[in-house]
C-alpha cells in the first residue's frame, strides 16, 4: 500500500536524545513535528531494554550536563523520579581492580612498587620527548599518560572497543572523550583533595528511576500530548529533493510506504544511511566518503544472578585479555528499581564487535554461556548463579574515527551544508561520539537556525573546547538563541 500524505510537516528522522530534542524545540517554535522512528521503542541507543521485569540500559547512560537548558529539560520531565547517584567506576587488569581515575595510592598497591615506578619513569619520559605531530590514539595518550600507562589503562580496553589498533583510531577521540585527563592531573587531584578537576570526572550524576529509555519514553508522551506525532516502526526510506531543498520523504511502515510533503527534515539516522537514500542520489563522490565511514557495533548479554550483591561499581573496564567482554553494567547500582527482586543481582555483559562477524551471529544461547564462563573466569560470580538471560543487539553504536573518517566527513558536511531545510543531527547523524546532552543541543540548535534565524554552528556543540563530564555544572556558558522567544514565535509564524 502507497499513501500520500499531503499536508507539509516538519519531519524528525529517529527517536532517540537528539531527535526528541528537535520534536520538543520544534513544538516550541509553533511548528507540528513528527518524529519518524524506525524501531519500536524509543530513545536510541539510550533505550531501556526489559526482560521479565528487570530493567537493562543499553551501555549505561549517566545523565550530567553543564547545559542549564538541558538540566531543565529533563527534571521537568522527570521531576522526582530522576534520581541522584553516585559514581564509580573502576578497571579489572591483571586479576586486580583500580580506581577509575586512577589514585596514586591505590596504583600503587595494585601494580607494586617496581611497575609504579616503571610508570612514573615513563611519564617523565615522555613529558620530555612527547610525540610532536599527534595524529593517534596511541600517541595522545602516550603524551598524556606516558607508554606505560597507556599499555595497561588504555591499550587493551580501547582496541576491544574499536576493533582497530590504537594506532589506527584518530587522536581526535582521545581529545574529546578523555580531555582534561593527564596524570600530572590526577595526583595533583588526589594531594590538593579534589580541586583540581580532571574534565573527564564527575562524583555523581542523574539517573532516571527505570532506567535512560524512562526519559525518553515520557519525553515522546509530552509530545504527543502538545500537539506532536511520534511514528513508531517507520522507517525514513527515500527523501525526494530539487533544488537544495528536500519536498517528500518516503516512510516504510509494516502497511506499506506512506509519503509525507515535508517543510524541513531533521535527521538523527546515521548520516551514512542518509546519504544512501537521497533521490536523486548524492554525486558519487559523497556516496564514496559515506561508504568509508565506519561504525562499531555491541551486544549486551544480560544475565540474572541469584546474590544479592556482587560488587559495587556502576561498571568495571575489562581490561583483561583473556576474555572479550569488554565492560559490566551492575544495574541495581543504577537504581535499584531496575530489579524487580532485591534477592538478585541483574549485570550486562557488553561485547563490542562488527554486524555479521563471530560474535555478534552467535546465538543468545551461546551468547550466554559465554557471559557465564567469562563472569567466572574474571572472579565475579559464580556460573552456577546465573539464573536467566537474555541478548540485546545494538547496530551502529560508536562512530569510528579511523584515519580516513575526517575527510570523508567533510565532503559529506560540505554536501548537505548545500540543502536549505536538511540537516543531520545527533551521534550518528554526524558521525560524532556525543553524549546525550550534546545530542540534545545539536537538535535544538538546528532547529532554531532555521525557526530563529540563529547561526549556531552544531558541529561546534561538544568540540575539544567543551567539557565531557565535569563536576561543576554551574561554570557553563549556554549558547542563547539570537531572537527573543517572542520574536521566535512570530518568525515562525
Not at 541507543?45 to 547545559?67: A, E, L, N, V, W
Not at 615513563?122 to 602516550?142: A, C, G, H, N
Not at 588526589?190 to 525518553?216: C, D, N, Q, V
Request: hydrophobic letters at 40%; aromatic letters at 10%.
Amino acid at each position: 500500500m502507497n499513501m500520500q500524505v499531503g499536508e507539509e510537516k516538519a519531519i524528525v528522522i529517529g527517536g532517540g536524545p537528539a531527535g526528541l530534542a528537535a520534536a520538543t524545540e520544534l513544538l516550541r517554535q509553533g511548528a507540528q513535528p513528527l518524529v519518524l522512528e524506525a524501531d519500536d521503542i524509543i530513545g536510541g541507543i539510550s533505550r531501556t531494554q526489559c526482560y521479565k521485569g528487570y530493567h537493562f540500559d543499553m551501555g549505561g547512560h549517566r545523565f550530567y550536563t553543564k547545559s542549564k537548558e538541558v538540566r531543565d529539560f529533563w527534571q521537568e520531565t522527570l521531576e522526582e523520579e530522576f534520581l541522584v547517584r553516585p559514581r564509580l567506576s573502576r578497571i579489572l587488569y591483571d586479576g586486580k581492580f583500580f580506581k577509575y581515575p586512577p589514585e596514586p595510592i591505590d596504583a600503587l598497591k595494585g601494580l607494586g612498587l617496581i611497575e609504579s615506578i616503571h610508570v612514573i619513569c615513563s611519564y617523565m619520559k615522555w613529558k620530555i620527548l612527547p610525540y610532536r605531530d599527534v595524529q593517534t590514539f596511541e600517541q595522545w595518550v602516550t603524551n598524556a599518560f606516558g607508554k606505560r600507562l597507556f599499555e595497561i589503562f588504555f591499550k587493551t580496553y580501547t582496541e576491544k572497543v574499536w576493533g582497530i589498533p590504537c594506532t589506527e583510531l584518530r587522536a581526535e577521540w582521545a581529545a574529546q572523550r578523555i580531555q582534561g585527563m593527564s596524570l600530572k592531573t590526577v595526583i595533583m587531584n588526589f594531594f590538593k583533595g579534589g580541586k583540581t578537576k580532571a574534565k573527564s570526572l564527575i562524583e555523581e550524576f542523574h539517573y532516571p528511576r527505570l532506567g535512560p529509555g524512562m526519559m525518553w519514553t515520557q519525553s515522546a508522551e509530552n509530545l504527543v500530548a502538545k500537539g506532536g506525532t511520534v511514528k513508531m516502526r517507520t522507517r525514513a526510506s527515500q527523501l525526494i529533493h530539487a533544488n537544495g531543498k528536500v519536498n517528500k520523504v518516503v516512510a516504510t511502515t509494516p502497511l506499506g510506504n506512506v509519503t509525507y510533503d515535508v517543510s524541513n527534515v531533521f535527521s538523527s539516522m546515521p548520516i551514512t544511511q542518509l546519504i544512501a537514500q537521497l533521490d536523486p542520489p548524492a554525486p558519487k563522490a559523497v556516496q564514496e566518503a559515506a561508504k568509508t565511514l565506519r561504525y562499531r557495533d555491541f551486544l549486551t548479554v544480560c544475565v540474572i544472578v541469584d546474590k544479592e550483591h556482587l560488587f559495587d561499581d556502576n561498571w568495571i573496564y575489562i581490561h583483561e585479555e583473556k576474555v572479550k567482554v569488554g565492560r559490566i553494567q551492575c544495574y541495581k547500582n543504577w537504581s535499584e528499581d531496575m530489579v524487580p527482586d532485591q534477592s538478585k543481582t541483574s549485570l550486562g555483559l557488553e561485547y563490542f564487535c562488527n554486524e555479521g562477524d563471530g560474535l555478534w551471529t552467535m546465538s543468545d544461547a551461546q551468547l550466554i554461556e559465554l557471559a557465564k564462563e567469562e563472569l567466572e573466569a574474571i572472579g565475579l560470580a559464580d556460573a552456577a548463579d546465573v539464573l536467566d538471560g537474555c541478548v540485546y543487539r545494538m547496530p551502529k553504536s560508536y562512530p569510528v574515527y579511523d584515519e580516513d573518517y575526517a575527510e570523508a566527513l567533510e565532503s559529506i558536511k560540505t554536501y548537505l551544508d548545500g540543502f536549505e531545510n536538511l540537516v543531520s543531527i545527533g551521534r550518528n547523524g554526524m558521525h560524532r561520539y556525543n553524549n546525550q546532552d550534546h545530542s540534545m543541543l545539536t537538535g535544538i540548535h538546528a532547529v532554531r537556525n532555521i525557526y530563529c534565524g540563529q547561526s549556531v554552528n552544531i558541529w561546534k556543540i561538544n568540540g575539544e573546547d567543551d567539557y565531557i563530564e565535569a563536576g561543576d555544572v554551574e561554570q557553563n556558558v549556554q549558547i542563547e538563541p539570537i531572537l527573543q522567544p517572542s520574536l521566535a514565535k512570530e518568525t515562525a509564524a
